[in-house]
C-alpha cells in the first residue's frame, strides 16, 4: 500500500460540534504532518508526529487536538470551531523526519457553520 | 527561519510551449527541495525533488535545476499538456533536528489547447 488515506471526505459541523479527521498510512513510515490548506494558498504545517510522539506543534489554538494511536493511525479531534477554520486538512507521512518525500492523503474539506 | 518566494504567481502557455518556474530560498543550510502539483480538488503530489549535492534532475518532461550559490531552483517543463494545468509549489526543507517543509506560494499554470 502507497497511500495516505483520510475519512471523511468532506465533513460540515456546527461551532459547538466535536468530530475527527482520521488518516491512515501502511507504508511504515515513522513521521505524520497535519496541514491546513486554504484556497489558493500552500499548505500550511500544524502538527508533527515522529515514532508516535508529537514533535512539532505550530502554535495551533487547542480547538484542535492531535491524536497517534499507533505508527499508522494520525487523528485531528476537532471542538468549538469557528468559521474561518473551515479548509482543506491534508494528512502527510514521511520515512521519518530527515528531508524525505512527504505523501500527502486527499484531504478533508471542512465547513464549520 | 526558512524563507521562500515563489515566480510567478500565473503562468499562461500554448500546448507543446516549455513553462519555467523559479524559486528562491534564503536558508542556506536547506538541502532538499521537492516539487509539488496540485489539480483542482485533488491532493499535492510529488512530481521531482532535488537534493542540494546535484545540480540537476530530469524525469521526462520534468526537469528541476538547483543553484546552490545563488540560492535558487527552477523547474522546467517541456512539450507542456493541457493536463499540465495546475497549482504548482515549490518547497525547501533543512536536514537539521525536525525538519519540515516551507512552502512557495504556488504558481497557477494554464496550458491552452
Known amino acids: 500500500d502507497t497511500e495516505v488515506t483520510q475519512t471523511p471526505k468532506h465533513l460540515v459541523m456546527g461551532m459547538t460540534n466535536k468530530k475527527s479527521l482520521k488518516c491512515e498510512q501502511h507504508m511504515g513510515h515513522r513521521a505524520m504532518y497535519w496541514y491546513k490548506q486554504k484556497a489558493k494558498k500552500p499548505p500550511e504545517l500544524m502538527f508533527v508526529?515522529?515514532?508516535?510522539?508529537?514533535?512539532i506543534n505550530e502554535s495551533v489554538p487547542s480547538r484542535f487536538s492531535p491524536e497517534c494511536p499507533n505508527s499508522s493511525l494520525l487523528n485531528l479531534h476537532l471542538h468549538a470551531l469557528q468559521p474561518e477554520d473551515s479548509a482543506l486538512y491534508l494528512c502527510?507521512?514521511?520515512?521519518?523526519?530527515?528531508?524525505?518525500?512527504?505523501?500527502f492523503g486527499p484531504g478533508t474539506r471542512l465547513l464549520v457553520l | 527561519g526558512e524563507n521562500v518566494e515563489q515566480h510567478p504567481s500565473t503562468l499562461s502557455v500554448q500546448e507543446g510551449d516549455s513553462a519555467v518556474i523559479k524559486c528562491t530560498y534564503s536558508d542556506s543550510a536547506s538541502n532538499y527541495f521537492p516539487w509539488y502539483k496540485q489539480e483542482l480538488g485533488k491532493r499535492p503530489q510529488l512530481i521531482i525533488d532535488i537534493r542540494s549535492n546535484v545540480g540537476e534532475k530530469k524525469d521526462q518532461r520534468i526537469a528541476v535545476t538547483l543553484n546552490k550559490t545563488a540560492k535558487h531552483f527552477s523547474l522546467h517543463i517541456t512539450e507542456t499538456q493541457p493536463e499540465d494545468s495546475a497549482v504548482y509549489f515549490c518547497?525547501?526543507?533543512?536536514?537539521?533536528?525536525?525538519?519540515?517543509?516551507?512552502f512557495g506560494k504556488g504558481t497557477m499554470l494554464l496550458v491552452s489547447p
Open positions: 508526529y515522529s515514532y508516535e510522539k508529537l514533535s
Open positions: 502527510a507521512s514521511s520515512q521519518d523526519l530527515s528531508p524525505e518525500t512527504q505523501y
Open positions: 518547497a525547501a526543507s533543512r536536514n537539521s533536528g525536525y525538519s519540515t517543509l516551507t
